[in-house]
């Protein structure tokens, strides 16, 4: 936000200007070079994200090929073999966490949203209690419960990891909007915007890298949890992970624990972008 501020009149008011013989703007000089570096550091991080990922793959790929698979005995080959069971493990992977994301977002914030309105606030520390059911109940009872109610399946894994991640997004969309300046809102209710078009272009805007960070904390948690699929036969990379364990063969333990890595990063990248571009210009 600029340095110019909204007094009770609504007129637009500046800071004072310096004293004589001394530069407006010489007290700021050390805190805007941090704030300069540290956006320059978070946008080179930003870049430089897809090649440590680059790296990672590329990595997994010399790991992979290092091992001597054709001597190895048929259950290791058979864990990595990349068509049969590593390919659509990393695909069920991916829908499970995209997709049970994508819900948790069209769920939680019109929900947070709402509660944030004064005709629903009353109700928000009840619907706050459900959402935190979720991350109150071991993921392994969650899933169970759902099983019982949905049976096995992919979508019965989605639908569980929905409501566990629901509580970040949630309490990020409340807190985000909560935390808008009120005299910004009043400004503008001031200059004749609807309690509408005040949500869509002042609140929401301003509220965006608090819910971004929060879809960030929700994607990482489903990516983490969708490992447990395999458990109610929702698939996923965790079959070999628990292939590893089961077999006692660290080299099928190391690539699918490394995948999910790179998925992990791979999503949490795409989150950081998403707050890069929505974050409002100016802010």
Known sequence: MSDVTYGPSMERTRPDPAPDGEPEGADQGSTGGEGSFAARFRNLGLWLA?????????????????????????QQRSALSWD??????????????????????????PLG??????????ASPYIIAVANSGQAL???GLLVIFLSIMG???????????????LPVLRNTMVGLDGVDRSVIEAARGMGMTK????????????????????RTA??????????????GGGGLGI????????NQEPVLIVGAWLVAIVALSFDWVGAVAEKYLHPRGL
């Open 50 to 74: 897809p090649v440590l990922i680059a790296g990672l793959a590329v990595g997994l790929y010399a790991y992979v090929q290092s091992l001597d698979l054709a001597n190895a005995n048929r």
């Open 84 to 109: 049969d069971k590593l390919q659509p493990q990393l695909v069920e992977h991916l829908q499970i966490a995209a997709w049970s994301t994508l819900i948790v977002i069209l769920v939680a914030v």
């Open 113 to 122: 949203v709402a509660l944030t309105r004064p005709r629903l606030r009353r």
């Open 138 to 140: 071991p993921a392994y």
């Open 152 to 166: 096995q399946g992919k979508w019965t894994v989605i639908w569980a990891l929905a409501l566990f991640a629901l």
């Open 196 to 215: 509408a078009g005040t949500l869509m272009k002042i609140e929401m805007p301003l509220a965006v890298p608090v819910i971004v960070a929060g879809v």
């Open 219 to 232: 994607m990482i948690l489903n990516i983490g949890m969708a490992t447990l699929a395999f458990l109610i």
């Open 240 to 247: 070999t992970i628990n292939s590893g364990l089961k077999l």
